[in-house]
């Protein structure tokens, strides 16, 4: 398990995912893996979790251009595989937004935060842990953009 802050871990962490997706993603080379999108084959699944975990072992390492590349492109066929408010795409989502905000991209990270927030409270309820967690980086991600919008900050429940 990888542990906040310990850096050796996540280097170490982001080398063995590396190693990993290479065997994963070979089945997947070329246009088979569009194929695989549109069969909506168990073992791109696979490959997509892992590629999101890399993502977020990459932008703790600060390789945040690939990091973001790899959130997009995951939360993109999360999307298509299963509806942009599915579980796995909102998580994808919720990472990407992570990254652009670590990036630089506070406002664009905030207005994707927000759709994240309400997404996750319509589909998982304001008291739910992938909700709260939503939320409370939302909070964070307002505070260092100083972008204001309609979208409640603390769901109501909580309140």
């Not at 937004?97 to 927030?117: F, I, P």
């Amino acid at each position: 398990m990888i542990e906040r802050g310990d850096e050796t871990s996540v280097s170490a962490g982001v080398a063995g995912l590396r190693t990993c997706l290479e065997h994963l993603a070979a089945p997947f080379a070329g246009d088979k893996r569009a194929e695989a999108l549109a069969a909506r084959d168990g073992g791109l699944r696979q490959l997509l979790h892992c590629e999101k975990i890399l993502g977020t072992g990459l932008r703790r390492q600060g390789l945040l251009e690939e990091a973001a590349a790899l959130h997009l492109a995951v939360a993109r066929e999360w999307a298509e595989l299963d509806g942009e408010n599915h579980d796995n795409a909102l998580s994808a989502q919720h990472e990407l937004a992570l990254t652009l905000g670590a990036a630089g991209s506070a406002v664009e990270a905030t207005q994707m935060l927000e759709r994240v927030v309400t997404a996750r409270m319509r589909e998982d309820g304001a008291g739910h842990r992938k909700t709260l967690a939503a939320v409370r980086d939302l909070g964070e991600a307002r505070e260092r953009s100083a972008f204001t919008s309609t979208v409640p900050c603390v769901p109501a429940s909580a309140a």
